[in-house]
């Protein structure tokens, strides 16, 4: 096999052991729009092991070469670099495909692959899989010799349906594989401007001595989509949106914003930070919370007759601690919506001071635009020019491309791959911290409220700005 070249500008970081890697679901729309363009990233940029094979399956019949070319096309349709030249060539020759119904055969080709790169080598099983799925391969995997002290197990949110659920699915992985082997990917922690919430506020004293009740108005997390359910229809109406985003993605980021400060910037420090903000939110309240379902989602195929899935959901959080007292959060998403934004806003309160019209202030606001890649805003007030004293909205702006080459940047999927190679559990999710979500939204999916209509295009129902009255979403209102 040919020499990899690191390119210029090109991401850097460790270099992960061998690694055979198992891509369960392999000819499914993740794999082709993330996984397999991620590997190749990777490999390109020399984040890679020296040494690797990647193994298809899935219950599609594939020979090598259909994989290959299936690969093909998933990077040229997603990937950041045309599949063409050595590094190309390098990284298909590393690829293989089994049927996911014959584990006998998966298990011979994975010996014979580690057998190759080194009797020690990692095997990284990947389940880019339904949940329902999940199980099953969980409890094959651990009545072979596939399973061990070698293999490693990513697994794809939701982790679970309620605390039930997720406790089942937890004592399964864990009759198979140890706590460390398992790695619960939610890829929002992956993205750069999600990272960067923690480095802005603990790296600069402007902005941590402010990150408290006593100056925050509210935190808004606000993740609307213009897609609609299209050929996802029969997973989201089994799922919903609170399922598939705020128990997962959202509040995932509310544990990264509202965390104490870590001893260290460590797995286990930020970890236990993270789990303190979840044991101190208050189960969620019904009453506070919005579910919506777009016009036309009962048309789509997949969806139940009569389903009463929300695509959209808005709802109000609190979180018990000294810091955050009093402080409402606010988190929103849905389908259909007018714009695709991922943004968290942590919204200051007026200053206590009376030389302005408060009329002419303007409450101070920081702004994570999460993208690959973002950019931060703080909104602030500012005299405007003339010969009174007239105060005006003014902001600053930091964009990742005026400041950083964007070559360096590996996107969600990419670095949550290469942390998984390197057995870095800083960005994953653990049981503890997932059970104790479903504990918080159950008080919800006991006494959901019925779905409201909403016209496609629009924000939502009228009761999602009557959620957070007084005050209002900063989108659509910039």
């Known amino acids: 096999m040919t020499a990899r070249r690191h390119q210029v500008g090109a991401p850097t970081g460790p270099t992960p052991a061998n690694h055979v890697v198992v891509l369960f679901g392999a000819t499914g729309d993740l794999a082709a729009r993330k996984l397999i363009p991620g590997f190749f990233h990777l490999a390109e940029s020399g984040l890679m092991p020296e040494d690797y094979r990647i193994i298809g399956s899935s219950r599609r019949e594939c020979t090598d070469e259909e994989f290959r070319s299936l690969a093909a096309e998933a990077a040229e349709r997603h990937g950041r670099s045309e599949p063409t030249g050595g590094a190309w060539d390098d990284f298909v020759a590393r690829l293989g495909y089994v049927p996911a119904d014959d584990y006998a055969d998966l298990s011979v080709a994975v010996e014979a692959a580690r057998a190759d790169l080194g009797g020690d080598t990692s095997v990284l099983y990947y ?6 799925a999940m199980p099953d391969i969980v409890t094959s995997l651990g009545g072979t010799s596939l399973a061990g002290p070698h293999a490693k197990v990513v697994l794809e949110k939701p982790f679970g349906t309620d605390l039930d659920s997720a406790r089942e699915l937890d004592a399964l992985l864990h009759s198979v594989f140890t706590e460390d082997q398992v790695f619960r ?20 004293r402007l902005f941590e001595p ?41 509040f995932q980021t509310l544990g990264f914003v509202a965390m ?52 959209l959901v808005a709802l109000e959080a609190r979180i018990d601690n000294a810091r955050w007292d009093g402080v409402p959060i606010y ?12 943004v968290v806003i942590v919204k200051l309160k007026h200053p206590p001071m009376g030389m302005f019209d408060d009329r002419d202030t303007h409450g101070n606001e920081l702004v994570f635009e999460i993208g690959e890649p973002g950019h931060i805003r703080v909104n602030f007030t500012s005299k405007e020019p003339g010969a009174s004293m007239r105060l005006g909205a003014a902001r ?25 190679m390197l057995d870095d559990h800083m960005l994953f999710n653990r049981a503890e911290g997932i059970e104790r979500l479903w504990q918080v939204s ?37």
């Not at 903000?277 to 506070?288: C, E, K, N, T, Y």
């Not at 988190?331 to 991922?342: A, C, N």
């Not at 702006?397 to 969600?412: G, H, I």
Request: aromatic share 10%; proline share 8%.
């Open 127 to 132: 389940l880019s899989v339904p949940p329902a």
């Open 185 to 204: 990917i939610d890829h929002f922690l992956g993205k750069e401007d999600v990272q960067n919430i923690l480095a802005v506020r603990f790296s600069n």
């Open 210 to 250: 402010v990150w408290c009740a006593e100056h925050v108005r509210n935190i808004q997390i606000d993740v609307p989509e213009t897609l609609g359910v299209e050929n996802r229809a029969g997973f989201y109406d089994a799922t919903g949106a609170f399922s598939d985003m705020v128990v997962t993605h959202l």
């Open 260 to 311: 104490e400060p870590p001893e260290s910037f460590t797995s286990g420090a930020l970890h236990a930070e993270k789990q303190r903000v979840f044991d101190a939110l208050v189960p969620l309240d019904p009453s506070r919370v919005v579910r919506g379902q777009y016009e036309g989602y009962l048309d789509a195929d997949g969806v139940a007759e009569g389903s009463d899935t929300e695509t």
């Open 331 to 342: 988190l929103r998403t849905g389908k259909r919506m007018p714009v695709g934004r991922r």
């Open 396 to 420: 600053m702006d930091f964009d990742y491309k005026r400041s950083f080459d964007p070559r360096c940047e590996l996107e969600a999927y990419e670095r949550l791959l290469h942390d998984a």
């Open 442 to 478: 159950a008080p919800l999916l006991a006494d959901p409220s019925p779905v409201k209509p909403y016209a496609v295009g629009t924000w939502g129902p009228g009761e999602v700005d009557e959620l957070v009255a007084p005050y209002h979403w900063r989108l659509p209102y910039q």
